[in-house]
């Protein structure tokens, strides 16, 4: 890269010394260590004045002046022994917002409920005539900005529900609060024995904490699936017509641009090849074919592929929504928007129980009345009932199984994205499994079988000087044999073909092997002396047991591929499952709506951008955090590592918090139906139902509390 | 009962006080980076030679 030449500068960042900020992730920070070594070692870069890094984001946020630009810090922060890549805005990050929105009504709720319930405790004790008169005012001075301020996440989500014409559950949760909060100021007003104040708050700082849990084991799943996203090329360097080059992020591209795509560099926009190169295209997201496909001048490339050979020009033909990309991207859309009309249990919880415990307030309002009770008393036992049947332990019962389970499983490398995905894992039946990069590692390994060791440490020098996908695989593989590099000088890349040096007076090259087959190789040169060094994409370890674990909880395991048939054919035989070849991402969609309109609900875990609009539209998805981001942001869940087995843990969690979950209604049900008696006979009193609220409370989040062991403790074995 | 009127005044504002600092806690940016904290506490900070000299 070219850096120092910066064409165009921005007219406002000429002027030296202005400060900008850069944030990249770095996903390889594990420890304290990392933090130091990169805040250290960045801050002694000239021109970078501040590195803070952000360690559950796994992110660092760079200040430097305009004498640097993310290359320089991506090969600065290589040089530390980091990969990274510079972000835009975390597109899954937006609803940061709403969780401190959330946090803060949970703090003011907590401070009005602790300073209410220190009067009510004195009201109860016995305090009356002017001293409680003035306890319910100061009370009320307390609550009526608290419910004001804490309550509006439920007013403004109830009056959503209502304008279209639905219920949820935050529409009773209103109507309790509010009526317990306009009973308890007429109390106030006329100087009567209740008043419900601390009732209200409470109720409102136990689901928020629900709420609270909610979203913040949403944004910290959706951190750590942020920090792998990027990966791929969302820019492009762009060839001036001077010959410079000048980094332009792919949604400003425009056709008739000439992009130098760089070996390793994924494209950002469709276009033609130009100059007499030859390139060597990875299209596995596109298509999960996983041989490479050589493309000569004027041959067309399209956006998403990786370039793995020398440096191509790229005459830009179709950016943005042309894109074949884009064409994909539309099929997600449409493909999400089914899974979007899925009801969560709390709101099919709901649907039930609004409308019975409505009804229910309302006949014991009318049924005083009619026993002469006067309206004033029959309104009071109303509301009670309203207040005791508030569904406090299910607004907890949901959310406090599913943060806990999702912390589980976050131990276990698999991160769910949000509530609703763990309900609709627990549901799947079937199984359908991408291959590339998804059964297997979808990086070439090579077979070192027959290499001797000097051979081996020539050839480890030779790789390491190149970022091409194979050499990257053979220095990771010799990296972790032990084998040190040989000395070499006169290192040159010969573009497209391989790289060649000289070994102690002896010529040395990895060069282009003819392919065998499905499979990849290089040929290594010592003087006279070839070597094929051939490459597999192997299977994951742990395939067996995983698909054993998934039929285990009655799932069967279908392979979806874009590969060719043969391939697919092989692999499926070997696993011992079914294997469809040769699937485009329309047939993909298809076979998905044939399993739906069977009545099954199929779990697709796949990586590629091809399968994108499967990971959509599939009731539940998997994708691994080496997918394509698109894939990442359409999955329901996305697991690390190597092994496959966090997809079994995830049906299985999913399953046992939706038996706790069930349990826990089971629970609230059962309170109520203790209570409800009590509060129709008019029996309820505020220190009651306080007593009663915390304590269904308590009872649901310990039960929950059971899952922090449901991944166990390695792993679903 | 006269303490009342310093006794209820004084809880409120404590009470406040707590509540602020929270606020002023989350808009500083004190819950951002929950496991960085956590971690940073084992960074060796001798390289600082001008601050701690041993």
């Known amino acids: 890269m070219t850096a120092p030449t910066a064409p165009f500068p921005d007219p406002a960042t000429m002027e030296h010394g202005t400060l900008s900020d850069t944030r990249l992730t770095v996903p390889g920070m594990r420890c304290a260590g990392c933090i130091a070594k990169i805040e250290r070692g960045l801050g002694e870069i000239e021109g970078v004045s501040a590195a803070r890094v952000n360690f559950s984001a796994k992110r660092v946020a760079v200040r430097h002046d305009d004498r640097l630009d993310d290359d320089d810090l991506v090969d600065a922060l290589r040089h530390l022994g980091f990969e990274a890549q510079a972000v835009a805005d975390n597109p899954l990050a937006q609803d940061k917002g709403d969780t401190k929105q959330l946090l803060r009504a949970l703090a003011v709720a907590g401070f009005g409920m602790m300073n209410i319930m220190l009067f009510s405790v004195s009201v109860w004790a016995g305090a009356d005539g002017i001293t409680r008169d003035m306890f319910h005012w100061i009370s009320a001075l307390i609550a009526l900005p608290v419910v004001a301020y804490s309550g509006r996440p439920f007013f403004s989500s109830a009056l959503m529900a209502l304008r279209y014409r639905r219920t949820n559950m935050d529409v009773p949760i209103s109507i309790g609060v509010l009526l317990a909060t306009g009973l308890s100021l007429y109390e106030t007003f006329t100087g009567g024995e209740h008043a419900f104040f601390d009732g209200a708050v409470m109720l409102l700082f136990f689901l928020l904490a629900g709420r609270a849990l909610d979203a913040t084991m949403r944004e910290k799943t959706r951190a750590g699936i942020g920090a792998l996203l990027g990966r791929m090329g969302r820019s492009a360097s762009v060839i001036q017509p001077d010959g410079s080059t000048r980094r332009v992020s792919a949604d400003k591209l425009e056709p008739g641009m000439l992009m130098l795509v760089a070996a390793g560099e994924a494209l950002a926009a469709d276009g033609v090849v130009e100059g007499e190169a030859e390139a060597a295209l990875d299209n596995s997201m596109l298509t999960g074919e996983s041989t490479p496909e050589t493309v000569t001048t004027g041959g067309k490339v399209h956006a998403g592929a990786i370039n793995l050979m020398a440096p191509v020009h790229v005459r830009v033909t179709a950016v943005g929504g042309d894109t074949a990309i884009a064409e994909i991207a539309r099929l997600m859309d449409e493909a999400g928007q089914s899974r979007s009309r899925y009801v969560r249990i709390a709101d099919r919880a709901a649907r039930l129980y609004a409308p019975a415990v409505h009804s229910l307030a309302a006949l014991a309002f009318a049924g005083w009345m009619i026993a002469g009770a006067g309206w004033y008393q029959s309104l009071v036992i109303a509301i009670a009932v309203l207040i005791i049947t508030c569904p406090c332990a299910m607004g907890l019962a949901v959310p406090a199984a599913q943060v806990v389970a999702s912390n589980a499983l976050i131990r276990h490398g698999l991160l769910v994205k949000d509530g609703s995905a763990l309900e609709r894992l627990a549901e799947v039946d079937v199984a359908l499994l991408d291959k590339t990069g998804t059964l297997t590692l979808g990086e070439p390994r090579p077979d070192l079988s027959g290499l001797s060791p000097i051979q081996k440490s020539i050839t480890l020098a030779l790789a390491q000087t190149s970022r091409h996908p194979l050499s990257k695989g053979l220095v990771a593989a010799l990296t972790a044999e032990g084998i040190a590099p040989a000395p070499l000088s006169d290192i040159s890349e010969w573009s497209g073909h391989g790289i060649s040096a000289l070994h102690a007076g002896t010529p040395v090259a990895i060069e282009r092997a003819e392919h065998a087959g499905a499979v990849m190789a290089s040929a290594l040169r010592i003087g006279d002396e070839r070597k094929i060094i051939r490459f597999h994409d192997p299977l994951r370890p742990d395939v067996r047991p995983a698909l054993n674990a998934l039929a285990g909880f009655g799932i069967a395991s279908t392979i979806l591929s874009g590969d060719r048939k043969d391939v697919v054919a092989a692999t499926a035989r070997d696993l011992g499952l079914d294997g469809l070849g040769a699937q485009s991402p329309a047939d993909k969609l298809a076979r998905l709506r044939e399993l739906a309109e069977a009545g099954r609900r199929p779990l697709m875990v796949g990586d590629g951008l091809n399968d994108g609009p499967a990971l959509a539209a599939a009731h539940a998805s998997i994708a691994p955090g080496t997918a394509s981001d698109a894939s990442q942001q359409a999955a329901d869940a996305v697991f690390i590592g190597d092994r496959l087995m966090p997809v079994a843990l995830a049906v299985r969690v999913a399953r046992r918090t939706m038996a706790v979950v069930r349990q826990n209604f089971g629970f609230a049900i059962a309170y109520n139906v203790c209570a409800i008696p009590l509060a129709l006979a008019g029996m309820v009193t505020p220190l009651l139902a306080a007593i009663a609220m915390s304590l269904s409370s308590l009872v649901v989040v310990g039960n929950s509390l059971r899952l922090a062991g449901a991944a166990g403790k390695d792993g679903a074995k | ?54």
């Open chain 2, 1 to 54: 009962m006269s303490g009342l009127t310093f006794l209820i005044p004084i809880a409120l504002f404590m009470g406040a006080i707590g509540l602020l600092t929270f606020f002023w806690a989350m808009r500083n940016g004190q819950f951002e980076d929950l496991d960085g904290a956590a971690n940073r506490i084992l960074i060796d900070e001798e390289d600082d030679e001008e601050e701690t000299p041993r």
